[in-house]
T-cell receptor, first 118, second 115 residues
Framework: GAVVSQHPSWVICKSGTSVKIECRSL??????MFWYRQFPKQSLMLMAT?????????EQGVEKDKFLINHASLTLSTLTVTSAHPEDSSFYICSAREGGRGPGQPQHFGDGTRLSIL | AQTVTQSQPEMSVQEAETVTLSCTYDTSESDYYLFWYKQPPSRQMILVIRQEAYKQQNATENRFSVNFQKAAKSFSLKISDSQLGDAAMYFC????????????FGGGTRLMVKP
């Protein structure tokens, strides 16, 4: 089946550094990718929706300048957490939807990235 | 705005028994899909089952089936012959053609399976 590769799976870094997370659709073209954040024992919260070649649409309360999203190709989207601080520590999950805009188009998830800011 | 509610934070079932997880949603749309995702301790999101709103027949996938009540906006998941590997967080999710086709998730239900 369709595979979404998310890298890295776990990253630990110092406060103030920037961290880039990659999300790749390996065997399909993803016109739309989604970035979620998940706190322990909580549900997935949508951060932003990115469409290839256009600016990402951020959910209310998500800082655009803090979480930079780039969807430069049909198979790659990146999330950069800029000047990360301990409160940015969380589990980040990307999801990619196969081509087409229907609500039934399959949506596939990466394995997530555990981000720990010291 | 669409909302998805899972009223059971935790559920427990004996191995080989049947358990039902509840989900209700609120929408004014008519064209939408409903999903159940499983998230084991590995935290990978696994699609369990999906239901098209325009289909009256309840979806089934092996030991997993749903009870879709469109008028009541209810979408429960039944797991038959529960196995130890079914232990996980289960998320109900909703998606419509509008609003960017994003998935809206419920708060999740943690399912424990007792041997």
């Amino acid at each position: 089946g369709a595979v979404v590769s998310q890298h890295p799976s776990w990253v630990i870094c110092k406060s103030g550094t920037s961290v880039k997370i990659e999300c790749r659709s390996l065997d399909f073209q993803a016109t739309t990718m989604f970035w979620y954040r998940q706190f322990p024992k909580q549900s997935l919260m949508l951060m932003a929706t990115s469409n290839e070649g256009s600016k990402a649409t951020y959910e209310q309360g998500v800082e655009k300048d803090k979480f930079l999203i780039n969807h430069a190709s049909l198979t790659l989207s990146t999330l950069t957490v800029t000047s990360a601080h301990p409160e940015d520590s969380s589990f980040y999950i990307c999801s990619a939807r196969e081509g087409g805009r229907g609500p039934g188009q399959p949506q596939h998830f990466g394995d997530g990235t555990r981000l720990s800011i010291l | 705005a669409q909302t998805v509610t899972q009223s059971q934070p935790e559920m427990s079932v004996q191995e080989a028994e049947t358990v039902t997880l509840s989900c209700t949603y609120d929408t004014s749309e008519s064209d939408y899909y409903l999903f159940w995702y499983k998230q084991p301790p590995s935290r990978q999101m696994i699609l369990v089952i999906r239901q098209e709103a325009y289909k009256q027949q309840n979806a089934t996938e092996n030991r997993f089936s749903v009870n879709f009540q469109k008028a009541a906006k209810s979408f429960s998941l039944k797991i038959s012959d529960s196995q130890l590997g079914d232990a996980a967080m289960y998320f109900c999710a909703y998606r419509t053609r509008n609003a960017g086709n994003m998935l809206t998730f419920g708060g999740g239900t943690r399912l424990m399976v007792k041997p």
